[in-house]
């Protein structure tokens, strides 16, 4: 059995990842009859693109031993800056631009406050966090903006049965796993991310990694608002406020090392689905809401202790 | 040994103070090529401090360093490597969580093509394979990760690291210490086996019987001071020991 799974390059984390995977959805398919259907599946992915993006960037930060927990207020943020452009006739194409922009001056905000001035990152995200959506809420003045246009009807739809979120999602996804693998760029975010000092040391910028891995988070961050106004169909400067520990939570059921330097990207991609379907499944058992935040909390816990048996933990 | 043997390195009465507590008074120092030379001294004796002015991380108050005659200004640690020297640190500056090649290659990896950077992961384990045999060292799989081997075998890799750059020297800060029996004579092996390759190297250990048994010179420090300089050969234990203390 051993052998098969090794032959299946399927690393021994990996592997317990996706059998927990499996064995939630095994589960939910005998409680509940609507679970293993075409249509709720497609849904459950559709709803996990947003997280997912986000979770992909986020995951290069924790690879970096850094965090970020302003991803859903950087969406927020751009979205918001995105509908007032477009509401006051500016093209969708040069809107898009600006928000992803938007984006990533967030991003550098967080990346030089960590690789430069050497902040906690969950300081900083945390600050950032409340700046940006305290902007976000100023300059929409606290409303909903809706936001229309083919282009956003297109990534919001299907192509060939399947939502355009999850081709974009699986992009990404496949992109940092090229990145991260084959690329030098690649080996600098595990080597920085295992022992800052032997990277320096061996001639890496240190900081420009750090820099760059917040770049990547808020970026991630800039895409998956795109994906949420196409899907909404408008903005709210309370995105993701009920959400805000998910993206971390998912990243961390991935069986990443929070230490920094372990993890693999397949693994946040399998924590998100089991993010998505443990919210899916409880919703169609109508399990009550504040029993289903009951549950996400004991998940973070339990998969934080797996990792701290692990010997990753904080140090 | 022959006299007239080449200098690769010579530290010339370099002095170095950090307020009133003199650290180096006085000392000279020089490195033959194809030699291993001892550096051994007490505690605080100065052991640290004159390799970090070698390496770039200090700067002497006083006094001149020459790399083969010529008269050298180490301000950085960047010079130093740019001058072939390597250091090989006593707290292993690897990164466990990478694979030996992966490290031996770590900050310039060989590249495929310059723009996205992808690296030739086939090309970087040949040339790892290739280094290790040169050193004799038993560790047949480049892609193992560096925290699935011993302390020993760790070691083992960092000096290959070391070796790696072509260095014209390696400084080797307490290579034996935290190490079993066992790997420590491995690991002394590997030093032996620079001197083949004929890479001078200066040997810093608490270990005296490391020091008798790899060494061709053996330099004394005591109150950063340069009490004594003596052929391996010519001296025993018991000297050094009266020279370190006494």
Same mark, same amino acid.
């Given at each position: 059995?051993?052998?098969?799974?090794?032959?299946?390059?399927?690393?021994?984390?990996?592997?317990?990842?996706?059998?927990?995977?499996?064995?939630?959805?095994?589960?939910?398919?005998?409680?509940?009859?609507?679970?293993?259907?075409?249509?709720?599946?497609?849904?459950?992915?559709?709803?996990?693109?947003?997280?997912?993006?986000?979770?992909?960037?986020?995951? +290069?930060?924790?690879?970096?031993?850094?965090?970020?927990?302003?991803?859903?207020?950087?969406? &927020?943020?751009?979205? &918001?800056?995105?509908?007032?452009? $477009?509401?006051?006739?500016?093209?969708?194409?040069?809107?898009?631009?600006?928000?992803?922009?938007?984006?990533?001056?967030?991003?550098?905000?967080?990346?030089?406050?960590?690789?430069?001035?050497?902040?906690?990152?969950?300081?900083?995200?945390?600050?950032?966090?409340?700046?940006?959506?305290?902007?976000?809420?100023?300059?929409?003045?606290?409303? @909903?903006?809706?936001?229309?246009?083919?282009?956003?009807?297109?990534?919001?739809?299907?192509?060939?049965?399947?939502?355009?979120?999850?081709? $974009?999602?699986?992009?990404?996804?496949?992109?940092?796993?090229? !990145?991260?693998?084959?690329?030098?760029?690649?080996?600098?975010?595990? !080597? *920085?991310?295992?022992?800052?000092?032997?990277?320096?040391?061996?001639?890496?910028?240190?900081?420009? *990694?750090?820099?760059?891995?917040?770049?990547?988070?808020?970026?991630?961050?800039?895409? &998956?608002? $795109?994906?949420?106004?196409?899907? +909404?169909? &408008?903005?709210?400067?309370? @995105?993701?406020?009920?959400?805000?520990?998910?993206? *971390?939570?998912?990243?961390?059921?991935?069986?990443?090392?929070?230490?920094?330097?372990?993890?693999?990207?397949?693994?946040?991609?399998?924590?998100?689905? $089991?993010?998505?379907?443990?919210?899916?499944?409880?919703?169609?058992?109508?399990?009550?809401?504040?029993?289903?935040?009951?549950?996400?909390?004991?998940?973070?816990?339990? !998969? +934080?202790? +797996?990792?701290?048996?692990?010997?990753?933990?904080?140090? | 040994?022959?006299?007239?043997?080449?200098?690769?390195?010579? #530290?010339?009465?370099?002095?170095?103070?950090?307020?009133?507590?003199?650290?180096?008074?006085?000392?000279?120092?020089?490195?033959?090529?194809?030699?291993?030379?001892?550096?051994?001294?007490?505690?605080?004796?100065?052991?640290?401090? #004159?390799?970090?002015?070698?390496?770039?991380?200090?700067?002497?108050?006083?006094?001149? =360093?020459?790399?083969?005659?010529?008269?050298?200004?180490?301000?950085? /640690?960047?010079?130093?490597?740019?001058?072939?020297?390597?250091?090989?640190?006593?707290?292993?500056?690897?990164?466990?969580?990478?694979?030996?090649?992966?490290?031996?290659?770590?900050?310039?990896?060989? #590249?495929?093509?310059?723009?996205?950077?992808?690296?030739?992961?086939?090309?970087?384990?040949?040339?790892?394979?290739?280094?290790?045999?040169?050193?004799?060292?038993?560790?047949?799989? /480049?892609?193992?990760?560096?925290?699935?081997?011993?302390?020993?075998?760790?070691?083992?890799?960092?000096?290959?690291?070391?070796?790696?750059?072509? /260095?014209?020297? =390696?400084?080797?800060?307490? /290579?034996?210490?935290?190490?079993?029996?066992?790997?420590?004579?491995?690991?002394?092996? =590997?030093?032996?086996?620079?001197?083949?390759?004929?890479?001078?190297? =200066?040997?810093?250990?608490?270990?005296?019987?490391?020091?008798?048994?790899?060494?061709?010179?053996?330099?004394?420090?005591?109150?950063?001071?340069?009490?004594?300089?003596?052929?391996?050969?010519?001296?025993?234990?018991?000297?050094?020991?009266?020279?370190?203390?006494?």
């Amino acid at each position: 059995m051993l052998k098969i799974i090794r032959k299946l390059n399927f690393s021994g984390e990996i592997f317990s990842i996706f059998l927990a995977l499996i064995i939630m959805c095994v589960f939910f398919s005998f409680t509940s009859p609507y679970f293993f259907t075409i249509k709720n599946i497609l849904n459950v992915i559709m709803n996990s693109s947003i997280l997912g993006i986000m979770a992909a960037g986020l995951f +290069v930060s924790m690879v970096i031993g850094e965090i970020d927990v302003s991803q859903y207020s950087i969406l &927020a943020l751009s979205t &918001a800056v995105m509908a007032i452009l $477009i509401q006051s006739g500016t093209g969708i194409g040069l809107a898009i631009t600006i928000s992803m922009i938007v984006a990533l001056i967030c991003g550098a905000i967080n990346g030089a406050s960590v690789a430069f001035l050497r902040i906690n990152p969950i300081i900083t995200t945390l600050g950032t966090m409340l700046i940006y959506r305290a902007i976000a809420y100023k300059i929409t003045e606290a409303r @909903a903006m809706g936001v229309e246009g083919d282009f956003f009807s297109a990534v919001g739809g299907r192509f060939l049965g399947i939502p355009v979120s999850v081709y $974009i999602m699986l992009s990404v996804y496949i992109i940092i796993y090229v !990145a991260l693998k084959y690329t030098a760029y690649g080996k600098r975010v595990y !080597a *920085v991310g295992g022992n800052p000092q032997a990277s320096f040391i061996s001639g890496i910028d240190i900081r420009m *990694v750090r820099f760059w891995g917040m770049m990547i988070s808020a970026m991630t961050a800039g895409l &998956a608002g $795109i994906i949420f106004v196409s899907q +909404v169909g &408008a903005t709210v400067p309370t @995105a993701g406020n009920t959400g805000l520990m998910d993206v *971390v939570t998912a990243v961390i059921l991935g069986g990443i090392s929070l230490s920094g330097g372990k993890g693999k990207i397949e693994g946040t991609l399998i924590g998100v689905f $089991i993010l998505a379907v443990l919210s899916n499944g409880m919703v169609l058992l109508s399990v009550q809401s504040y029993y289903q935040m009951l549950v996400k909390g004991l998940v973070i816990l339990l !998969a +934080v202790y +797996v990792d701290s048996v692990r010997g990753g933990g904080f140090k | 040994m022959a006299e007239d043997q080449k200098i690769i390195l010579e #530290l010339k009465n370099i002095q170095k103070s950090f307020g009133s507590l003199k650290a180096l008074d006085d000392v000279s120092l020089d490195l033959k090529f194809g030699e291993v030379l001892g550096l051994v001294g007490d505690n605080a004796a100065g052991k640290s401090t #004159l390799m970090k002015i070698l390496s770039g991380f200090y700067q002497a108050d006083k006094g001149s =360093i020459f790399v083969e005659g010529k008269q050298v200004h180490i301000d950085l /640690p960047k010079v130093s490597k740019r001058l072939g020297i390597e250091m090989v640190y006593q707290n292993l500056e690897l990164c466990s969580n990478l694979s030996v090649a992966e490290n031996l290659f770590l900050g310039r990896e060989i #590249l495929r093509e310059p723009f996205f950077k992808f690296i030739n992961g086939k090309e970087m384990e040949s040339k790892t394979i290739e280094i290790l045999k040169k050193l004799k060292i038993d560790i047949s799989e /480049p892609r193992k990760s560096v925290d699935k081997l011993s302390g020993g075998q760790q070691q083992a890799v960092a000096i290959s690291k070391a070796v790696s750059f072509n /260095p014209k020297m =390696i400084i080797l800060d307490e /290579p034996t210490a935290n190490l079993a029996v066992k790997e420590i004579g491995k690991v002394l092996d =590997i030093i032996t086996r620079l001197k083949e390759h004929g890479i001078p190297a =200066i040997l810093i250990s608490h270990r005296l019987e490391d020091i008798f048994q790899v060494c061709d010179r053996i330099f004394v420090l005591r109150g950063g001071r340069r009490v004594a300089v003596h052929n391996t050969n010519e001296t025993n234990r018991d000297e050094i020991i009266r020279h370190m203390f006494l």
